[in-house]
């Protein structure tokens, strides 16, 4: 995501020069992501404008001179004004994790402290293998739920202070937290003031956002440290103290006051001075910011804070010797804000559940006029629509049916049903009552969950003449793509078994090597995948045998080597037919499907061998293709291939992902899968 210009926060404000030294301020951003991908280097040149960049925190070595840009020749010696302090141990930046109180935030996937190339969204699977009610005839519900599209890059969360654009009279340790007014020249007025903010600016996708400072000096000669703490746009500037600028708004540690693009403050709360730690907050939910003073929350002060623009945490000194320490998150903060950000999660949530609904959006009218309430017997016969609907797409026959005769109990009809607005649903109920599961589709329903139960139980000889029986087009659609992973699946399936096998008589003392095929059992056989032997046409639906016998049915009376040869005889002529009837196919997927499924061989057992051919193997592959299966029967009878309860999820959750992105504060609070799925 491209990141576009931020405003730096710097608003200018009468001082006298015994009063004014610190302040916190917050710049402001444009909703967009910006990603670091640098670290800070020394020495840097200076960039020839007003507000110079700090110069780093003294070390052991000798400064080494930075030149500047080529409007000026002149090489920039140190100070001879900053004052003589103790060497500094050598620190860095330090790594922390994302503050717990950001869990809160539905795009807490993409939210990070460090950066990284690609961030990948992170999933869940939601593949049961039965049914909720334990029927044995279920088809599996889409393998996974997607609560957002996955990003290439991260929201990165401010860390640190940034030396490219802090003030000159400011230094910033090596770890980028502390800030100390290093100055002899300065005299607290406000020609004096100056600012730094973070590097990143701070992302609306958290829904709120909180941070704190504490002061370690007051200064040289100031009776009450003047530390301004603010939030501030990209071009405030760095000379200027925070809240006396437009997109700057800062709290003022001399006075009390909240300054908001103003030099004539508003009286807000307490005093501020040494050791005290400020919090400063911002609720992209109401765009107003927060305050706290060693841990008690002061409440909110501003209106339209950061609307439009880049928002970054930003802190303001005016007198030598000053000194403050950030904490985005690297500790435990004073104020409890896990505590705040989940009662206003809970107070948005509350506001989205109670939000009157149109009722155009049940007849596909025009949704864009004024929103009236609807019925609650409305809302429910839409809810048990979309319900009956998913429990008849999945498979879930004798739910839907118990479901079917409870609403048909209890739901009124039509005509009984308060009307509030133009509701088409005159035939809400009759559809509830009658459509879903009337005994042909009912039938159709055991039908396509038998052929479903069929490939998750690694029946595919049942699945192929089932399908061919009740829908023939299946096997035929898309160059009879389906018909050819069914066969591929049925070959992985015939290899699992004599694995299996294998397994069982080695461990009853009878010989094996590292591969399930070796040469002793090979041996005479004659039997190479580059051998086309003759063996009657597959047509789609056998493996070389009588179809009615499934390769799992072995004579008993035959000895365990006995059987495994024979279990993979069959396996080897089946995969020989396959090569034949599709070496000629081209198809990319085909191609790789075939890959995929014949690399089971190089292993003695396909299961544990990890990677492309574990995937293939484990039952996980069966799901996803009883899936595709599923979804290719639907389609041939011309019904969505998803339940339109899962297509508005989806559609509802893309939805909210990208209003958190474009700084809609509220959609960070409404995290369905937190909700609706996690439970």
């Given at each position: 995501?491209?990141?576009?210009?931020?405003?730096?926060v710097?608003?200018?404000?009468?001082?006298?020069?015994s009063?004014?030294?610190?302040?916190?301020?917050?710049?402001?951003?444009?909703?967009?992501?910006?990603v670091?991908?640098?670290?800070?280097?020394?020495?840097?040149?200076?960039?020839?404008?007003?507000?110079?960049?700090?110069?780093?925190?003294?070390?052991?070595?000798?400064?080494?001179?930075?030149?500047?840009?080529?409007?000026?020749?002149?090489?920039?010696?140190?100070?001879?004004?900053?004052?003589?302090?103790?060497?500094?141990?050598?620190?860095?930046?330090?790594?922390?994790p994302?503050?717990?109180y950001?869990?809160?935030?539905s795009?807490r996937?993409?939210?990070?402290?460090?950066?990284?190339?690609?961030?990948?969204?992170?999933?869940?699977?939601?593949?049961?293998?039965?049914?909720?009610?334990?029927?044995?005839?279920?088809?599996?519900p889409?393998?996974?739920?997607?609560?957002?599209?996955s990003?290439?890059?991260?929201?990165?969360?401010?860390?640190?202070?940034?030396?490219?654009?802090?003030?000159?009279?400011?230094?910033?340790?090596?770890?980028?937290?502390?800030?100390?007014?290093?100055?002899?020249?300065?005299?607290?007025?406000?020609?004096?003031?100056?600012?730094?903010?973070t590097?990143?600016?701070?992302?609306?996708a958290?829904g709120?956002?909180?941070?704190?400072v504490?002061?370690h000096?007051?200064g040289q000669?100031?009776?009450?440290?003047?530390?301004?703490?603010?939030?501030?746009?990209?071009?405030?500037?760095?000379s200027?103290?925070p809240?006396?600028e437009?997109?700057?708004?800062?709290?003022?540690?001399?006075?009390?006051?909240s300054?908001?693009?103003?030099?004539?403050?508003?009286?807000?709360?307490?005093?501020?001075?040494?050791d005290?730690?400020?919090?400063?907050?911002?609720?992209?939910?109401?765009?107003?910011?927060?305050?706290?003073?060693?841990?008690?929350?002061?409440g909110p002060?501003?209106?339209?804070?950061?609307?439009?623009?880049?928002?970054?945490?930003?802190?303001?000194?005016?007198?030598?010797?000053?000194?403050?320490?950030v904490?985005?998150g690297?500790?435990?903060?004073?104020?409890?804000?896990?505590?705040?950000?989940?009662?206003q999660?809970n107070?948005?949530?509350?506001?989205?559940?109670?939000?009157?609904?149109?009722?155009?959006?049940?007849?596909g009218?025009d949704?864009?006029?004024p929103l009236?309430?609807?019925?609650?017997?409305?809302?429910?016969?839409?809810?048990?629509?979309?319900?009956?609907?998913?429990?008849?797409?999945?498979?879930?026959?004798?739910?839907?049916?118990?479901?079917?005769?409870?609403?048909?109990?209890?739901?009124?009809?039509?005509?009984?049903?308060?009307?509030?607005?133009?509701v088409?649903?005159?035939?809400?109920s009759?559809?509830?009552?009658?459509?879903?599961?009337?005994?042909?589709?009912?039938?159709?329903?055991?039908?396509?969950?038998?052929?479903v139960?069929?490939?998750?139980?690694?029946?595919?000889?049942?699945?192929?003449?089932?399908?061919?029986?009740?829908?023939?087009s299946v096997?035929?659609?898309?160059?009879?793509?389906m018909?050819?992973?069914?066969?591929?699946?049925k070959?992985?399936?015939?290899?699992?078994e004599?694995?299996?096998?294998?397994?069982?008589?080695?461990?009853?003392?009878?010989?094996?090597?590292?591969?399930?095929?070796?040469?002793?059992?090979?041996?005479?056989?004659?039997?190479?995948?580059?051998?086309?032997?003759?063996?009657?046409?597959?047509?789609?639906?056998?493996n070389g045998?009588?179809?009615?016998?499934?390769?799992?049915?072995r004579?008993?009376?035959?000895?365990?080597?006995?059987?495994?040869q024979?279990?993979?005889?069959s396996?080897?002529?089946?995969?020989?037919?396959l090569?034949r009837?599709?070496r000629?196919?081209?198809?990319?997927?085909?191609?790789?499907?075939?890959?995929?499924?014949?690399?089971?061989?190089?292993?003695y057992?396909?299961?544990?061998?990890?990677?492309?051919?574990?995937?293939?193997?484990?039952?996980?592959?069966?799901?996803?293709?009883?899936?595709?299966l599923?979804q290719?029967?639907?389609?041939?009878?011309?019904?969505?291939?998803?339940?339109?309860?899962?297509?508005v999820?989806r559609?509802?959750s893309?939805?909210?992902h990208?209003?958190?992105?474009?700084g809609?504060g509220?959609?960070?609070?409404?995290?369905?899968?937190?909700?609706?799925?996690d439970?």
């Open positions: 995501m491209s990141r576009q210009g931020t405003i730096p710097t608003v200018p404000r009468n001082v006298s020069s009063t004014r030294n610190i302040e916190h301020i917050i710049p402001a951003r444009s909703f967009t992501t910006r670091a991908t640098s670290p800070v280097r020394h020495p840097r040149v200076i960039r020839a404008n007003i507000d110079q960049p700090c110069v780093p925190a003294p070390s052991t070595s000798p400064p080494t001179p930075r030149t500047r840009p080529s409007s000026s020749s002149a090489v920039r010696a140190p100070s001879s004004h900053r004052p003589t302090q103790p060497p500094a141990p050598p620190s860095s930046p330090v790594s922390f994302v503050p717990s950001l869990s809160h935030s795009l996937h993409l939210l990070q402290t460090d950066v990284s190339p690609i961030l990948t969204a992170r999933r869940r699977h939601y593949s049961p293998s039965t049914d909720s009610d334990d029927e044995s005839n279920a088809s599996p889409p393998r996974e739920v997607d609560s957002a599209p990003l290439d890059h991260p929201l990165q969360l401010p860390t640190r202070w940034d030396p490219e654009t802090c003030h000159h009279h400011l230094s910033i340790s090596d770890n980028g937290r502390e800030l100390t007014f290093q100055s002899t020249s300065a005299t607290g007025s406000e020609s004096n003031a100056a600012a730094a903010r590097v990143q600016p701070i992302p609306p958290c709120i956002y909180y941070y704190e504490k002061i000096s007051k000669k100031a009776r009450k440290p003047h530390i301004f703490r603010r939030f501030a746009g990209p071009d405030v500037r760095s200027r103290l809240g006396w437009p997109n700057s708004w800062g709290y003022h540690g001399d006075d009390g006051c300054f908001a693009t103003e030099k004539k403050g508003t009286p807000y709360g307490p005093t501020f001075g040494l005290d730690v400020i919090g400063c907050g911002i609720d992209f939910t109401t765009h107003r910011a927060f305050y706290t003073r060693n841990g008690v929350l002061l002060v501003f209106e339209n804070v950061g609307k439009g623009i880049d928002l970054y945490p930003s802190v303001g000194l005016q007198h030598t010797g000053e000194s403050v320490r904490n985005f690297h500790e435990p903060f004073k104020f409890d804000i896990a505590d705040h950000v989940a009662q999660r107070a948005i949530w509350n506001s989205i559940i109670n939000s009157p609904l149109n009722p155009s959006i049940f007849s009218g949704v864009s006029g009236t309430n609807i019925s609650d017997e409305q809302t429910k016969l839409t809810i048990n629509k979309l319900v009956l609907s998913y429990l008849a797409h999945h498979g879930y026959v004798r739910t839907a049916r118990t479901f079917q005769k409870q609403i048909h109990d209890t739901v009124k009809p039509i005509s009984e049903v308060p009307a509030s607005g133009d088409e649903m005159a035939d809400a009759s559809s509830l009552s009658k459509a879903p599961l009337e005994f042909d589709f009912e039938k159709d329903i055991a039908v396509r969950t038998r052929i139960d069929s490939v998750l139980s690694g029946d595919i000889d049942t699945a192929l003449s089932e399908t061919e029986r009740y829908h023939p096997l035929e659609a898309e160059q009879s793509l018909l050819a992973k069914l066969r591929c699946r070959f992985v399936e015939m290899i699992l004599s694995a299996e096998m294998k397994r069982k008589m080695t461990g009853s003392a009878v010989g094996s090597s590292g591969s399930f095929i070796d040469d002793t059992t090979l041996e005479g056989d004659g039997m190479d995948m580059d051998v086309d032997d003759e063996i009657p046409s597959m047509n789609g639906t056998t045998s009588d179809m009615s016998e499934s390769p799992t049915r004579p008993s009376t035959s000895s365990p080597k006995a059987q495994y024979l279990a993979l005889q396996a080897i002529q089946y995969g020989q037919a090569d009837d599709y000629k196919d081209e198809r990319p997927e085909v191609r790789s499907i075939f890959k995929k499924s014949f690399s089971v061989l190089a292993f057992d396909p299961l544990e061998a990890g990677g492309i051919t574990a995937e293939v193997a484990g039952h996980d592959a069966r799901i996803e293709l009883a899936n595709e599923n290719a029967i639907l389609k041939s009878q011309g019904r969505p291939t998803r339940p339109t309860l899962e297509t999820y559609h509802t893309v939805s909210i990208y209003l958190g992105l474009t809609i509220s959609a960070a609070f409404a995290d369905m899968q937190k909700e609706f799925l439970g």
